[in-house]
């Protein structure tokens, strides 16, 4: 088991499909929504219903992949196959769901959602399980999952300035054409991506996995508390972050009065993420990693009010705030996905398997299920007040309300995170022990299965 430290421009390779991953990720949250709510005329209570179905799908999807891209590796290794096998899959069905033909139906939707999901499925939990591996040190494990969330902060600047430019520019249909850009972006980066990653960083040989019955594997799994309570961290950190990005085009809008340029000051927010992530990384390395999600953790609960404070219309301050709420945005994703390599360990030395591909999977699992239902209870919510995707159709109050949801959804999910992590009990001094006990009983094994068979 090493924990050398890898060259930049090899994470750098690694790192490359994590860029098509968020040009995926944030499209969903933030555009696809209100393009099929408003010009594909599905509606809102549809189109919420269609994608937290979407998202309970994963339900299904995500621990399966899981455990397969654990006990199914190739001659390439355990991780990389599976990342090939999911880039036709992504191209066909991102072409379907970012440039419909109108007139659609709400099954056409759900239809194509459900296989899109399929392939991400396989491309992110077999590259964060695969980034989990390269390494069994505890800060080095940080600084991986740094660059790969780096490089996925990076790919939202990149496929939002398709849509800025479409905005600026006044193209005719202008929804139309920045979902279907935003979707020919996908297509062409992917591939390559992709074919950069497995030309250029090769896999860790993986040792024989011990034989480990049903019951067994789910006890394990239940009695793991570091990882209840990461699982419940991620839960309530996604569910803030995907309803924020469905709410943002209408704050933006209707609140704030930027629409215009509403996704080109997004851009700024990411760039705070890409800025702040080696501050949070060094911060991280004198703090641990909890305690630095927990002080992140906090920041969202003391900043976002600071929204009501944006003057209508005032680009300058909306980008200020835009910037400082990104410091957060790489934040927890990166210590969750660094911290759950951690909490591998702890499995691994009870059960002797590697499952850290299932274990990537309930993570991804947590993330998306928090989405899937923060878009349903947001726009139930924003129905619920009277809210109407529309420019002059809102009352002041309707305004106000969807003001608050906005601001209250990251400070008391923020608050819960902080006080789930709080006691996370596995820091560095913790995740050596580990790593000393599984590297004695790996030797032992080498040992045993080298020494000759008349000996005791």
Not at 31 to 60: E, S
Not at 144 to 162: K, S, T
Not at 317 to 341: C, D, E, K, Q
Request: hydrophobic residues 50%.
């Amino acid at each position: 088991m090493t924990s050398s430290r890898l060259s930049g421009w090899r994470l750098a390779a690694f790192s490359g499909p994590a860029i098509p991953i968020s040009a995926l990720g944030l499209p969903i949250g933030v555009y696809l929504p209100q393009f099929y709510a408003g010009p594909m005329g599905l509606g809102l209570a549809a189109v919420g219903t269609v994608f937290m179905l979407a998202r309970l799908w994963d339900v299904v999807t995500d621990p399966m992949m899981g455990i397969i891209s654990d006990r199914f590796p190739s001659r390439w290794g355990r991780r990389r196959h599976w990342i090939v096998l999911s880039v036709p899959l992504l191209l066909v069905c991102a072409y379907m769901v970012f440039v419909p033909t109108a007139p659609v139906t709400s099954f056409y939707l759900i239809g194509w959602m459900f296989f899109l999901y399929i392939g991400w499925t396989m491309l992110t939990i077999s590259h964060m399980a695969w980034a989990a591996e390269l390494s069994d040190n505890y800060n080095e494990r940080s600084r991986i999952q740094g660059y790969r969330e780096a490089f996925q902060l990076l790919g939202v600047p990149l496929v939002l300035l398709i849509p800025a430019i479409i905005e600026r520019i006044g193209a005719e249909n202008m929804e139309a054409a920045r979902v279907a850009a935003i979707g020919w972006f996908i297509v062409l980066v992917l591939p390559v991506a992709v074919g950069v990653n497995i030309l250029f960083v090769p896999e860790r040989k993986s040792t024989p996995q011990p034989p480990l019955d049903i019951k067994a594997a789910v006890r394990a799994i239940l009695r793991n508390l570091p990882l209840r309570r990461l699982l419940a961290a991620d839960f309530l950190s996604g569910f803030a972050g995907a309803a924020l990005a469905s709410m943002y085009i209408y704050e933006a809008t209707y609140v704030w009065g930027i629409g215009s340029v509403a996704s080109f000051l997004l851009l700024i927010y990411f760039f705070g993420g890409i800025i702040f992530i080696p501050v949070v990384l060094k911060l991280s390395y004198r703090l641990g990693k909890h305690r630095t999600v927990v002080a992140a953790g906090l920041f969202n609960v003391l900043f976002p009010p600071v929204i009501f404070l944006i003057p209508e219309g005032n680009y300058y301050v909306a980008a200020l705030v835009l910037l400082f709420l990104g410091v957060n945005v790489g934040t927890t994703t990166t210590l969750y996905r660094s911290m759950m390599a951690d909490v591998a360990d702890i499995d691994e030395l009870e059960t002797g398997q590697r499952r850290t591909g299932l274990f990537y999977a309930l993570l991804t699992l947590t993330q998306k299920l928090g989405g899937a239902v923060a878009v349903g209870v947001v726009f139930w919510t924003l129905a619920l007040i009277g809210f109407v995707p529309e420019q002059g159709q809102n009352t002041p109050s309707t305004l106000t309300g969807l003001s608050l949801v906005f601001v209250a959804t990251p400070v008391i999910c923020n608050a819960l995170v902080a006080a789930i992590m709080w006691k996370f009990p596995i820091g560095l001094v913790e995740q050596e022990e580990l790593r000393r006990k599984l590297d004695e009983r790996f030797v032992e094994e080498v040992e045993q299965t080298e020494r000759p068979p008349n000996l005791p």
